[in-house]
């Protein structure tokens, strides 16, 4: 009975961590930005310069879905971690362990689905204008008269 919650206990210390610290990267790197941002337009001439390429819809787009592939990578990360837990903890039981190496398997290759997706995400978003913050200029009208 100990056992139990000692486990659900690890597991929920685990994933507490793990979110905490993956909520304190986005709060620093979004300060970040927006110092960034702030130094950027006091420095343009007039009312400000030029959207960054985090204020465009790509550029918005692609931070949601890079922080989304990011929480559920830690998620799978955690898996692979309770894998681990329970099948150093199965103390020679088959069942318990088949159980843990199920899980770990699943959770390896969720965790290079979500790999994948994040590269192409980012292949996609950095290829469209806007994406990567280097948007096309207008050419240039020639007056010919």
Do not use: H
């Given at each position: 009975?100990?056992?139990?919650?000692?486990?659900?206990?690890?597991f929920?210390?685990?994933?507490?961590i793990?979110?905490n610290?993956?909520v304190?990267?986005?709060e620093?790197?979004?300060?970040?930005?927006?110092l960034?941002?702030?130094?950027?337009?006091?420095?343009?001439?007039?009312?400000?310069?030029?959207?960054?390429a985090g204020n465009?819809l790509?550029?918005?787009i692609?931070?949601?879905?890079?922080?989304?592939?990011?929480?559920?990578?830690?998620i799978?990360?955690?898996?692979?971690?309770?894998?681990?837990?329970?099948w150093?903890?199965a103390?020679?039981?088959?069942?318990?362990v088949t159980?843990?190496?199920?899980?770990l398997?699943?959770?390896v290759?969720?965790?290079?689905?979500?790999?994948?997706a994040?590269?192409?995400?980012y292949f996609v978003?950095?290829?469209?204008?806007?994406?990567?913050?280097?948007?096309?200029?207008?050419?240039?009208?020639v007056?010919?008269?």
């Amino acid at each position: 009975m100990f056992k139990k919650y000692l486990k659900n206990l690890v597991f929920v210390l685990i994933a507490v961590i793990s979110l905490n610290y993956y909520v304190l990267a986005c709060e620093a790197a979004s300060t970040k930005q927006d110092l960034k941002d702030q130094l950027n337009n006091a420095a343009a001439p007039g009312w400000g310069g030029e959207p960054s390429a985090g204020n465009s819809l790509p550029g918005i787009i692609q931070t949601a879905i890079s922080a989304f592939l990011g929480l559920l990578g830690i998620i799978f990360l955690v898996l692979i971690i309770y894998a681990g837990f329970e099948w150093m903890t199965a103390q020679g039981d088959e069942e318990k362990v088949t159980k843990a190496k199920d899980t770990l398997t699943r959770a390896v290759i969720g965790l290079i689905i979500i790999i994948a997706a994040y590269s192409i995400t980012y292949f996609v978003f950095s290829s469209l204008p806007g994406g990567d913050g280097s948007t096309p200029s207008p050419s240039p009208v020639v007056n010919t008269t």
